[in-house]
């Protein structure tokens, strides 16, 4: 049987991509590609027409796909074109009042630098002030210096936690373009749909002006200004300075807690560890195969701290030195793990959710009359909890950072997938550093008081209830399950829920309480909460499961956490075969 004739449509597409592509290697890459379908190579054709299936989509997120040639991937035919878009949108915006500004940042992953010295090409050269990091550096600095230097755009170049072949581009508004309480966080609608309509995904490679200089590197280590570390200064304001002598007890309770970090092969190592360093937290100990920016990532299967055995090594150094605390970054050090030894089950890492708890009661403690506590809604409801005992204001958000920094008058926001802003003044993002250094000095001043954190943990149990929260994923192969899943859901809600009865149910695409998003909240008279929700990121549906368990004094804890499991064991089964059905 002969192979079906090849594509040639799709084939002239590809040559047309080859011929103006600015990158040698990936136009190589593709003209290989081409040449395999010619043979009739079906795999080959696959891989092909799934390059050009699309434009790569910007929005809210930015862009973020696998590296390659072809307008479905990253590379820096779209980067380009994305940039020149970027820059439409900020000349609109200043409709001549003003020259609009942009800072730009990368990380490690192969192609960031490629990619971020092009957009200060390409804005330059479209009339916009650049300035540029000096070298791959965590995306929380990017995010500092667009509030520090006032620009009206900041781009970082990261993919963040996904796969190694994967790159991105995250987007952020301030200056005189955002003057609200997003200014410096990343974009919202409908600014992606005011940029996307100003990208030209066709236009020609020689219609984009490249500069050849003109942007302003800003000032590297060692230099004075040093970018980085005038971040590591504008952080250190997150725990109290200590009087720099032996007597001094906060001194001695940050001197005597080792910790165990790993940035995960990401950019964050270098920042993290000076931070704690001039902090006073000198028993650090860098897992030292994971210690530097590596962007194949080689000692893990998955770059996400959230990831099983993600902390293997860093948990094995944790036991070999008697540690108090391990510490992760994901690779560009916007989100913050932690791992703590319970006693009686050893080493295991907090959830999302606890550490969001931990850092929010601390936070509160310290937080000025009038400011906000938020977390997004698919995120634990004791935070709520936490605001209401410290008198202070409570407010649940849209799953995203883009939505928790915006709250107004924020003085603490996370969520549950290791991002947390506990300084929204200096970062309107999560940011892995500042949150690690306030765990840190936490940390260490129960250490010192002869307490811990799991102990803290029990405490925040017994004054808000226990709550225990689980997830559930449904990995599809064809999105548009996703879709008639979330239908049959919407048309035949369950009515109990691991033998609870629902009494409860909400449609979030109806935006009652928050803006529409797609998802549906199930509640059971026994005060257990359901969300589902299509993943943004991957092909799979999510579900959020939290009970509250009332908890009458230390010795019914045990107790109480068995039943919990067990009762999210019954829920999570039930809720697979519902969906698999």
């Avoid at 490249?210 to 004075?224: H, I, K, Q, R």
């Avoid at 407010?395 to 995203?400: I, V």
Wanted: net charge negative; glycine share 10%; charged share 20%.
């Amino acid at each position: 049987m002969s192979s079906p004739a090849p594509d040639t449509a799709l084939l002239d597409r590809a040559a047309a991509w080859a011929h103006q592509d600015p990158d040698a290697a990936t136009a190589a890459q593709l003209r290989a590609l081409c040449a395999k379908v010619a043979a009739g190579d079906q795999g080959a054709h696959a891989e092909l027409a799934d390059r050009f299936a699309g434009n790569l989509a910007f929005g809210t997120a930015g862009l973020r796909a696998e590296l390659g040639a072809g307008p479905n991937r990253m590379n820096s035919m779209v980067v380009r074109r994305t940039a020149a878009g970027i820059g439409r949108f900020l000349l609109a915006t200043a409709d001549g009042a003003y020259i609009p500004r942009a800072v730009i940042g990368y990380d490690a992953r192969h192609n960031s630098d490629v990619f971020a010295r092009e957009s200060a090409a390409v804005l330059t050269a479209a009339g916009i002030q650049v300035q540029l990091l000096p070298s791959a550096l965590p995306t929380p600095v990017l995010a500092w210096a667009v509030r520090e230097l006032g620009t009206e755009a900041g781009i970082m170049v990261t993919a963040s936690h996904n796969p190694p072949a994967d790159n991105g581009y995250k987007v952020y508004l301030g200056g005189r373009a955002e003057t609200g309480w997003g200014q410096g966080a990343q974009i919202v609608a409908p600014v992606d749909a005011q940029i996307a309509a100003r990208i030209k995904n066709d236009e020609p490679m020689a219609d984009i002006a490249l500069a050849a200089d003109g942007w302003e590197v800003l000032p590297g280590a060692g230099e004075p200004g040093d970018v980085e570390g005038a971040y590591l200064e504008a952080i250190a304001s997150v725990v109290p300075r200590t009087g720099g002598t032996a007597s001094d007890p906060l001194a001695a309770a940050r001197e005597s807690l080792k910790i165990v970090l790993t940035p995960m092969h990401g950019v964050g190592g270098h920042t993290m560890a000076q931070a704690l360093g001039q902090a006073g937290f000198s028993r650090v100990r860098l897992v030292a195969a994971q210690a530097e920016p590596d962007p194949d990532f080689p000692t893990v299967s998955f770059p996400n701290p959230e990831e099983p055995g993600a902390l293997d090594l860093a948990l094995a150094l944790a036991g070999a030195i008697d540690a108090d605390l391990v510490i992760a970054n994901d690779p560009d050090a916007d989100r913050c793990a932690a791992a703590v030894k319970f006693e009686g089950t050893g080493w295991r890492m907090l959830r999302g959710d606890e550490l969001g708890w931990l850092l929010g009661d601390r936070a509160a403690a310290n937080a000025a009359a009038g400011t906000v506590l938020a977390n997004s809604i698919v995120s634990s409801r004791m935070l709520a909890s936490i605001a209401a005992a410290h008198s202070l204001a409570h407010e649940n958000t849209l799953t995203g950072f883009k939505w928790i920094s915006r709250v107004p008058a924020l003085a603490f926001g996370y969520e549950e997938a290791l991002g947390y802003c506990v300084a929204p003044a200096l970062v309107r993002d999560k940011d892995g550093m500042s949150a690690a250094l306030l765990l840190a000095d936490y940390a260490a001043e129960l250490k010192a008081a002869g307490s811990s954190l799991p102990v803290v943990l029990d405490a925040l149990a017994l004054a808000h209830g226990l709550h225990t929260t689980d997830q559930l994923s449904v990995r599809v192969a064809d999105l548009g399950l996703l879709d008639t899943m979330m239908a049959a859901l919407r048309s035949a809600p369950p009515a109990t829920l691991g033998g609870e009865e629902v009494t409860g149910f909400e449609d979030l695409s109806l935006g009652a309480n928050l803006p529409p998003t797609d998802g549906l909240l199930f509640a059971t008279a026994a005060n257990t909460r359901v969300i589902v929700r299509p993943s943004g990121t991957e092909p799979k549906l999510k579900c959020y499961l939290e009970t509250i368990t009332p908890v009458a004094g230390p010795a019914g804890l045990p107790a109480a956490r068995a039943a919990a499991t067990e009762s999210l064991g019954r829920i999570k089964q039930e809720l697979a075969d519902l969906l698999h059905g």
